[in-house]
């Protein structure tokens, strides 16, 4: 060590001084890549959270389509069948009262 490295001022040393000031500028590097690196990590989810939002909003919007179109296609089923011709079912008694 040189002599000004071993110099004090009130128990503080020139050397104790610049292993602090190192390990401080070591420990906010660090500090700073972890905080950008969870940034930019969060940044990202963000992203595909809003990406599967759409997709999911188009696929609702599909379903939806879709459950209209079978909804109608019943309607119309249960139109065909609902009131059935009485003479197909009952032929006796429609003969019979025709008479």
């Known amino acids: 060590m040189t002599t000004i490295e071993q110099r004090e001022l009130k128990g503080i040393t020139l050397k104790n001084l610049l292993i602090t000031v190192i ?3 070591s420990i906010v590097a660090s500090v700073m890549t972890t905080y950008f690196q969870l940034r930019a990590d969060i940044h990202e989810v963000s992203l595909k959270q809003e990406a599967q939002s759409r997709v999911d909003e188009l696929r609702l919007k599909t379903l939806e ?11 119309e089923i ?13 032929p006796e008694i429609n003969n019979s009262l025709n008479q």
């Open 23 to 25: 390990s401080t500028a």
């Open 65 to 75: 389509t879709q459950v209209g179109i079978i909804q109608r296609q019943m309607s």
């Open 78 to 90: 249960k139109n065909q069948y609902a009131i059935p011709d009485q003479s197909k079912i009952y």
